[in-house]
């Protein structure tokens, strides 16, 4: 029985978010909040690996109250029970400070049913740092596998996992004691549909929250803004590029005007 | 922690087929100007098996010092070995800044490093500067899918980290008369006490474009309509000797695999041409492709961003302009090959 726990965020969806002219920052009302998408696939794979050697999948975030949701996004993709720590002294946490209140949250669970295994998403769309999971699996001294994109085995008898961390060029095959943590990519598995009884379940399902007091052995001065070593200074726009020069005239004209553009870099195409 | 104890800029240097990553170079360029600016040494950490020849290339490009850790127990990247040997290094020689390369070594690196130290570490910058009096380095970012940058600073701890995106710095032209220091150190590790093992590295040898490194890119957009519209950029490129880049919408429409994905999420390229045909220029798309050396926009849709990011635009159907620019095409470059050849035969003459 392999216990596993994905970590998992609520976002606020990138790709329709508006960001305020004024202050620079995300525009929360244009943004929906919606489970990182890399974290639907670690809660998937979880849920994969429970039906493939049987276990117990968690899921854990860290954030304010209406995170609530993405967890229960997370028990129609078959999690069995959701984790949340929140609380403002977690506020303005960076990666580090992030990954110290996740580490200690996951010591709790733990000291309620041992974890075999860790899945992160190989990065969040907001933040996108991709830190936060190494950052865990360095505060639980356990081994990080990053980039995995295919699980081979997990062998819990004999304590190990063997996998495939994608590379720039390729992949290479990880052998791992357990327990260890995974960030995954995106092409590790497909999402499923979630079955009615899942969705039946999510929709009353409460999960388990605790405030920094409940968590034991915490330092304050590692949580939140106070905990964070990086600062985010200033926030701009990037300004626009000034534009290029639009070519004039019938289809077949704008055509012989890009050919001598084209080819006027004949370097290129003497061999 | 006693800030003025920290000295120096360095670069980790990753190692790639038993080369030099580009990237690394490109980080010895930038770091030689914040070491500059700081009137201090740039450092250059080399962990490896079989690398101290490397040294050599690394003064060529600008470092000044290059700490090197060889041993056979890092002939694979495994986080373990290299964090330990890293960590040693910066605890006997506490420089003030730490560059990556944010590839997957190096991020994966550069978080544990953070955590272990520990210190700030800023995500996937692409500008950097340092304040010449108190050493703060300002590594800005884009955060929000490229929507915004952000500046990011790291005041009470050292060494100031950042990982640095592929592609964005400039590497120095090498100057191989340029020599420097060799440290070597030595860490005691043993390949029993190491949880993880590398048993196989599978190198995919299916064609794939290395977009990184063409000097032509034509990529597509879903402008090109379908599946069977994209095959238009494969023409072009094909006759171009270019290589095929796409946005990320068309590889999530399944039109060609995501190793050819320009842009944020995607690769980063540089090419001396390149084409963005039927691609509306989101900003994620835009800051993959924009310090390309000449880029040409095909678009119908007059307002597309695309147009601003671009030097010269035609304002049209893709699907009618590109045919006729293949067909203009075939016909012209064999008669530049063919005076090309006039020429070299004059000369030999
Ligand atoms: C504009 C801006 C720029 C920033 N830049 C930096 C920076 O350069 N360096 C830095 O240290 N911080 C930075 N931060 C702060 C950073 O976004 C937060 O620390 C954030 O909480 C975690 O980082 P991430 O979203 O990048 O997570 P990632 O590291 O990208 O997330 C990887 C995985 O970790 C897990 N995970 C992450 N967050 C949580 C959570 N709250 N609960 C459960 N699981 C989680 C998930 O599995 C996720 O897929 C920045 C913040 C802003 C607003
Ligand atoms: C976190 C995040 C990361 C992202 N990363 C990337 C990334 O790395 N790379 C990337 O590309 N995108 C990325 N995106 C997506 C990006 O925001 C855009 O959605 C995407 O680039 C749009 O792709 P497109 O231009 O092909 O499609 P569209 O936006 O649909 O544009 C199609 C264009 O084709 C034009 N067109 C239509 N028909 C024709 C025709 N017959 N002839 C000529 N023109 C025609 C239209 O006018 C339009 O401008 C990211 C988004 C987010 C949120």
């Given at each position: 029985m392999l216990h596993i726990v994905a970590c998992i965020k609520q976002v606020p969806d990138t790709k329709v978010a508006k960001i305020?002219?004024?202050?620079?920052?995300?525009?929360r009302a244009s943004a929906p909040a919606i489970l990182n998408p890399y974290d639907a696939h670690a809660v998937e794979e979880a849920v994969r690996l429970k039906k493939r050697y049987g276990g117990v999948v968690s899921v854990l975030t860290m954030g304010p109250p209406p995170a609530v949701k993405a967890i229960r996004k997370c028990i129609e993709l078959g999690a069995d029970e959701g984790y949340m720590i929140s609380d403002?002294?977690?506020?303005?946490?960076?990666t580090l400070a992030t990954s110290y209140a996740l580490a200690k949250a996951l010591e709790q669970i733990a000291k309620q049913r041992p974890i075999d295994l860790i899945i992160c998403g190989k990065?969040?769309?907001?933040?996108?740092?991709?830190q936060v999971g190494p950052g865990i699996a360095r505060r639980l001294d356990i081994p990080p596998l990053t980039?995995?994109?295919?699980?081979?085995e997990i062998n819990k008898e004999k304590g190990y996992a063997i996998v495939h961390r994608k590379l720039e060029d390729g992949y290479e095959v990880v052998k791992s004691t357990l327990p260890c943590l995974f960030t995954v990519e995106k092409e590790i598995n497909d999402i499923s549909f979630a079955p009615l009884p899942n969705m039946i379940k999510a929709a009353r399902y409460h999960p388990t929250i605790w405030t920094a007091d409940d968590?034991?052995?915490?330092?304050?001065?590692?949580?939140?803004l106070k905990g964070s070593?990086?600062?985010?200074?200033k926030i701009w726009t990037p300004p626009k590029p000034k534009g290029g020069e639009l070519l004039e005239g019938t289809t077949e004209e704008k055509v012989e005007q890009l050919l001598s553009i084209v080819l006027e870099k004949k370097e290129l195409f003497q061999s | 922690m006693n800030l003025e104890d920290y000295r120096g800029i360095w670069v980790y240097i990753e190692v790639k087929d038993g080369n030099v990553a580009p990237v690394s170079l490109e980080l010895l360029g930038a770091g030689r100007m914040l070491a500059d600016k700081r009137g201090t040494e740039l450092g250059g950490v080399l962990i490896g098996s079989?690398?101290?020849?490397l040294a050599t290339t690394l003064f060529a490009y600008g470092a000044d010092v290059v700490y090197v850790y060889d041993d056979?127990?890092?002939e694979h990247y495994r986080t373990e070995p290299y964090m330990r040997a890293l960590l040693d290094c910066c605890h006997k020689h506490k420089p003030e800044v730490l560059l990556y390369g944010a590839t997957p070594t190096g991020k994966d690196l550069a978080s544990a490093i953070a955590t272990d130290l520990p210190t700030g570490l800023t995500a996937d910058t692409t500008i950097l500067d340092i304040?010449?009096?108190?050493?703060?380095l300002l590594a800005s970012r884009p955060a929000f899918g490229g929507n915004i940058m952000a500046t990011i600073l790291?005041?009470?701890?050292?060494?100031q980290m950042a990982t640095v995106r592929p592609k964005v710095m400039k590497a120095l032209?090498?100057?191989?008369?340029r020599t420097g220091r060799i440290i070597e150190e030595q860490i005691e590790l043993h390949e029993e006490q190491m949880?993880?093992?590398?048993?196989e590295v599978v190198r995919e040898?299916?064609?794939?474009?290395?977009i990184d490194e063409a000097d032509i890119v034509v990529a597509g957009g879903k402008?090109?309509?379908?599946k069977e519209g994209f095959q238009l950029i494969h023409e072009l490129a094909d006759v171009l000797g270019a290589a095929v880049g796409a946005s990320r919408d068309v590889v999530e429409a399944g039109?060609?695999?995501?190793?050819h994905q320009v842009g944020q999420t995607g690769v980063t390229v540089t090419p001396k041409i390149y084409f963005a045909i039927g691609?509306?220029?989101a900003i994620q798309h835009i800051v993959g492709m924009q310090n390309s050396e000449l880029i040409i926009a095909i678009n119908k849709?007059?307002?597309?961003?695309i147009f601003q990011a671009c030097h010269y635009g035609i304002v049209g159907d893709a699907l009618e302009i590109v045919p006729l620019l293949i067909k203009r095409l075939k016909e012209e470059l064999p008669k530049l090959n063919a005076s090309a050849d006039a020429k070299e035969e004059i000369r030999h003459a």
């Open positions: 305020n002219p004024k202050t620079n920052t995300i525009d403002r002294a977690f506020a303005g946490a960076d990065m969040t769309i907001d933040g996108d740092t991709g980039g995995v994109n295919k699980v081979v968590l034991e052995n915490v330092d304050r001065k590692q949580l939140g070593p990086t600062i985010v200074s | 079989g690398v101290k020849p056979p127990i890092f304040e010449e009096d108190t050493g703060l790291c005041k009470k701890y050292r060494p032209s090498p100057d191989p008369a949880r993880t093992k590398v048993l040898t299916v064609k794939k474009a290395r402008g090109m309509g379908s039109w060609i695999d995501h190793h691609i509306s220029g849709d007059p307002n597309a961003p």
